[in-house]
């Protein structure tokens, strides 16, 4: 905890030494194009300016809001030259993936909390597969326009799951490629990494009427890949094909009524051991598969603003269906298994606003939401063609929420700004399986965040909230084979197995979080020169989770060689797994982000540590990382279109669990990336973007102990784009 608060004290202590510019709090960002080529435009944004929508259902400053919330647009995107989105994640503290190093598997973590305890949105349009291998959600990085994530507790606004927080992905819009004036746009490029051999092509065009009343954007990209080359010097077996694509229009018939229907589909082909996860090869217990995903999400949105005639409208109705379906086919066998998990949600949120003179205004924010997550198994191996651990089950949510975001100018007489925004949200939940008894509960979660801005450079901020995660239909009717474990007392021969199996626990209570959260931020122009800026953000927090569930595995020590008590399958010999409540967990951490940008060089950096205990037992609980800081730096070469810049990722060695066999060694990874992108002449529009990622081909682990990562990779990629 030391280093953190020395790395907050000395961030602090950089940008006080500096005058500011004198600008007033709140004053609207200037905006940029998501895909403007210059490379200038495409160096990482300064903190103080990006904008967020998910933190408080409306647009703000992310500086300003008294939190954690981390936004990344599309020229930080481009500069990774993604793969993956997980890969972009080091730009974000207290959030990371514990998938490893395949594609399928990946899975997100915020602040120690995963699976539903974490939110996930597809341009408002929620997510809700959840799965222990097969991954979260199913999104191209070459269809984002921006991915959002809000730390901590955030069940005020979203209900149910967002006790780590809320990722959000924003998908382009035509409005992203065509400047005033501008009827068509095309984008075309292609890119290839070393890594696994992966190739890929996009295409993406957008248009629009003549009077703006109408536009269209559509997207196409196409990914293979194959085996990966790990850091320890091995071949990692994998096999992708992917197809993604993306088709958006709006319609805006009068002033501030809009009109938009999106259809976002990703169709993903894979061979890889049925636990994709880790390291994980093909082998007895963890078969090979060939896996086919299918992702699409149909949402249709309705916004309407009288600018200029009421203060007290501003209004969304929202539709939307997400459907995301897993398949795989044994290659030895005919056995095939599916999970296919449905969503259907509507949602309308309301904005008021009201102001008395230049010393008070206030956002009144609020609505309601309905939604179903539908959840179907199925198994070509069983009489009846249900699947085991994945229940033919259904949740309803109905929610209404309000929030007020109060401003006061020189409060008391006092100078500057001080901004309260309480809020809160009533959840009722109902499940049902197929041949079990249902369940049903309501929750309530409120929250108030607190900032004052003394001066217009300065931000104190604390926050207070309650938040609650309904348990799901596959913890609480759980059933079925998790793994399988070779039977030490079989004869010689072919192996013989027992089954560790799945007990359902329809006592399990919702999980349920208080967190106290406060921190401070600067946001400096004029630091170093009359022309660049300083910002940084840092928080500390700590969580009482009571009831969090955790998954229990008991295996018979019969089943490791000892001869009591005997080694069998399920619960007659104790070899089962079950979703447990877990009382008194607290959660605590520290996390810093700042950035630098000026005319010849940027920077953006953050750092985060997370604790995480059971108080009544001392061991450690929820997903834990160790120490980690990571640095993106480069300079702008103006005169030449160019940009050179490099990235570390360093961490400490992590010891966090119970399991000494699971220690990890700190590490460091470098990334090295140039980009051309010439402003005028006959090449203007074209992109050209060279890199290695991990350069020095660095062994080291993330995941878990023994789970290499990739090694070196070399990045290439082509862009170019026209506007008519």
Not at 295 to 308: A, I, K, L
Not at 374 to 391: H, L, W, Y
């Amino acid at each position: 905890m030391r280093a953190c608060l020395m790395l907050g004290v000395a961030a602090a202590a950089f940008a006080g030494g500096k005058a500011a510019a004198d600008e007033a709090p709140g004053s609207p960002p200037a905006s940029s194009s998501a895909f403007n080529e210059s490379p200038e435009a495409a160096a990482p944004d300064d903190l103080g300016d990006v904008i967020t929508v998910f933190a408080t259902r409306n647009e703000s400053r992310a500086f300003e809001y008294p939190g954690a919330v981390s936004v990344l647009e599309r020229d930080v995107i481009d500069d990774f030259n993604l793969s993956t989105v997980s890969e972009l994640f080091a730009a974000i503290p207290g959030a990371q993936f514990d998938s490893g190093a395949r594609r399928t598997g990946d899975a997100p973590a915020v602040r120690g909390l995963s699976g539903a305890g974490v939110q996930v949105f597809f341009d408002g349009a929620r997510q809700s597969f959840l799965s222990g291998h097969d991954g979260r959600f199913f999104i191209d990085p070459e269809l984002l326009k921006s991915v959002e994530v809000v730390r901590g507790p955030t069940s005020a606004l979203y209900g149910s799951g967002a006790l780590g927080g809320v990722i959000a992905f924003r998908t382009i819009t035509a409005g992203d490629l065509l400047d005033e004036g501008e009827q068509t746009a095309i984008r075309l490029g292609g890119g290839y990494q070393s890594v696994n051999e992966e190739w890929r092509a996009t295409a993406t065009g957008a248009w629009r009427n003549a009077n703006d009343t109408f536009d269209v954007v559509g997207s196409l990209t196409r990914r293979e890949s194959g085996d990966i080359e790990l850091g320890n010097g091995l071949d990692l077996p994998a096999d992708d094909e992917i197809l993604s694509s993306l088709v958006k229009a709006s319609v805006r018939p009068v002033t501030g009524l809009e009109a938009a229907l999106t259809w976002q589909r990703y169709g993903g082909e894979s061979v890889d051991p049925n636990n994709p996860q880790g390291t994980n090869v093909a082998e007895p217990g963890n078969g090979l598969v060939d896996r086919d995903i299918l992702s699409e999400t149909v949402q249709g949105r309705v916004s309407f603003r009288p600018n200029g005639t009421s203060n007290l409208v501003d209004f969304n109705l929202t539709a939307f269906t997400s459907g995301n379906e897993v398949e795989e086919a044994e290659v030895d066998t005919p056995r095939v298994v599916t999970r296919e998990v449905e969503t259907f949600g509507v949602a309308f949120d309301n904005r008021s606003r009201v102001s008395v003179g230049d010393k008070f205004s206030a956002v009144f924010t609020y609505g309601a939401e309905y939604y179903v997550d539908e959840q179907t198994g199925r198994d070509t191996d069983t009489v009846d063609g249900t699947r085991g651990g994945v229940p033919d089950a259904e949740t309803r949510f109905t929610g209404v929420f309000a929030q007020a975001e109060v401003t006061l100018n020189r409060p008391l007489g006092a100078p500057g700004v001080l901004t309260i925004i309480p809020g809160a949200r009533w959840d009722r939940f109902e499940n049902e399986a197929v041949g079990e008894p249902s369940t049903d509960d309501d929750a309530f979660a409120p929250k108030v965040g607190v900032s004052y801005q003394p001066v217009p450079q300065l931000l104190l901020f604390a926050n207070w909230a309650e938040a609650f995660r309904a348990p799901s239909f596959n913890e609480l009717y759980a059933d079925g084979i998790h793994f399988q474990l070779p039977d030490p007392a079989s004869p010689p021969g072919p192996p013989q197995f027992v089954s560790n199996v799945f007990v359902s626990n329809l006592d399990l209570e919702p999980e349920r979080s208080e967190t106290i959260e406060f921190g401070a931020g600067v946001d400096f122009a004029g630091a170093f020169s009359s022309n660049d800026r300083f910002t940084a953000k840092a928080s500390y927090y700590i969580a009482d989770v009571d009831n969090l569930i955790n998954l229990e595995v008991a295996i018979p020590a019969g089943c490791f060689g000892a001869p009591f008590p005997p080694c069998g399958s399920g619960e007659p010999f104790g070899n089962t797994s079950r979703n447990v409540n877990v009382t008194n967990a607290e959660i605590e951490g520290f996390e810093l982000e700042a950035s630098y940008d000026s005319d010849l060089f940027y920077a953006r950096a953050n750092f985060s540590t997370i604790d995480g205990e059971d108080k009544d037992t001392g061991d450690f609980v929820a997903n834990l990382q160790p120490d980690t800081g990571f640095i993106d730096a480069g300079l702008k070469l103006d005169r030449i279109a160019t940009r050179v810049g490099g990235r570390v990722t360093a961490a400490s060695e992590f010891d966090e669990t119970d399991d000494p066999n699971q220690f990890r060694d700190g590490y460091a990874k470098g990334d090295v990336y140039v980009v051309w992108a010439p402003l005028s002449g006959p090449l203007e529009g074209l992109r050209v973007d060279l890199g290695v990622d991990n350069v020095t081909d660095a062994d080291f682990e993330v995941v878990a102990a023994g789970a290499s990562q990739p090694g070196r990779n070399y990045k290439a990629a082509v862009r170019w784009g026209a506007t008519f």
